[in-house]
């Protein structure tokens, strides 16, 4: 789970009233993994230039990929 996209989410259902609620729920599942794919999936595809020079990717903080794992 990713905290920057589930955290506000489950922040916003506490404060709308309830800490936990049933309608919640498939919006807390997207919110997981489906979503944070996209976002950072995405991002990834298109920022291999950049991430190539980041020290902080290819670790534990981030991934890195090839050129030859796109498709064009």
Same mark, same amino acid.
């Not at 506000?8 to 919006?27: I, K, N, S, T, Y």
């Not at 807390?28 to 979503?35: E, G, M, N, V």
């Given at each position: ?17 309830? /800490?936990?609620?049933? *309608? ?6 997207? /919110? ?5 794919? /996209? ?9 291999? *230039? ?10 534990? *903080? ?6 030859? *794992?796109?498709?064009?």
């Amino acid at each position: 789970m990713w905290i920057n996209t589930i955290g506000p989410a489950v922040v916003g259902v506490w404060l709308a009233g309830d /800490l936990w609620r049933w *309608e919640a729920l498939p919006l807390l599942l997207w /919110l997981t993994l489906p979503f944070n794919l /996209l976002i950072y999936g995405v991002n990834d595809v298109f920022d291999q *230039e950049t991430d190539a020079k980041n020290p902080r990717k290819g670790t534990l *903080e981030g991934a890195r990929i090839s050129p030859r *794992e796109v498709r064009p």
